[in-house]
């Protein structure tokens, strides 16, 4: 096929040898089918941020931090070169998760380099060499889909651990490889503990798990896993060897009216005192 623009560097440099075929084409990124040497891997070429319809950025850019000063505040007044930092700290979060996901054991595909916007990595094949189906497009049995369902938790379970949340997991973005299912598409992968809405999104991610897998084991639509991965978390008792139920017993103590009112009055002082530091140095600049 002809080599689209944005991989051309990478056959000039070497990185890879030939594009096969277009693979996907998503709301942030189209995907390629290309050899490197003997290998076939898939390169994976960002949209930037005009092109991408993936929404809620900003909560998913909670937590993402950058050493340099100067990079932090042109990404806080939104210039020229404080979208592009931003650009390449979206798009470094997928590379950076994919490696400490892998290093934690978990089922995601081997990145291999990211460059010029490109990600090449490991393309995760069936049985025969052909692209690996999205769990969206597999039928199963109840007992297959109670496997997988459990399967899947332990790696969710797993990248908690690692300190990560995919933010937008769902059944179109696991692959269904012959040694069992690969989590992919993980530009948006947040900081667990940096994330202010770190918990909704893992309740998310394993709710759309039941949603999915209910379809074919309906006993799975009444559980309640991410409330309580969440919670064996946050008690720092949360290991990938954990054995979980499903079921988390109602909080039934009386709410403390005076520690909350204290709570809030402290969050309005701090957020006032982060809006006059904020006006400071933007009367600096």
Known sequence: MKVPKRLAPLLEEGLIDEVISQLMSGKEATVYVVRSGDSIRCAKVYKDAKQRSFRQAASYRDGRKVQNSRQ?????????????????????????????????????????ICTDGVLLMELVVDDIGNVAPRLADVDMTPERALE?????????????????????LS??????????????????????????????????????????????????????????????????????????????????????????????????????ARQRYEQGLRGAN
């Open 72 to 112: 932090a505040r042109a990404m806080e007044k939104g210039t020229r070169y404080g979208r592009q930092m931003q650009e390449e700290l979206w798009q470094n979060a997928e590379v950076d998760a994919l490696f400490r996901l892998a290093n934690a054991n978990v089922r995601v595909p081997l990145p291999y």
């Open 148 to 168: 997988l369902h459990a399967l899947l938790l332990n790696q969710v379970v797993r990248m908690l651990c690692a300190g990560i949340i995919h933010g937008d």
């Open 171 to 272: 059944e179109y973005n696991i692959l269904l490889a012959p040694d069992g299912p690969v989590i992919i598409d993980l530009p948006q992968a947040v900081d667990a503990a940096g994330n202010n809405e770190a918990a909704a999104m893992l309740g998310r991610d394993v709710d759309n798990l039941a949603t999915f897998f209910g379809q074919f084991a309906p006993q799975l639509l009444g559980t309640h896993y991410g409330k309580e991965i969440w919670t064996l978390f946050e008690a720092g008792e949360l290991t990938s060897e954990s054995v979980l139920t499903g079921h988390v017993e109602a909080d039934t103590r009386p709410v403390d009216m005076d520690a909350l009112m204290d709570d809030l009055e402290d969050a309005r002082f701090e957020e006032e």
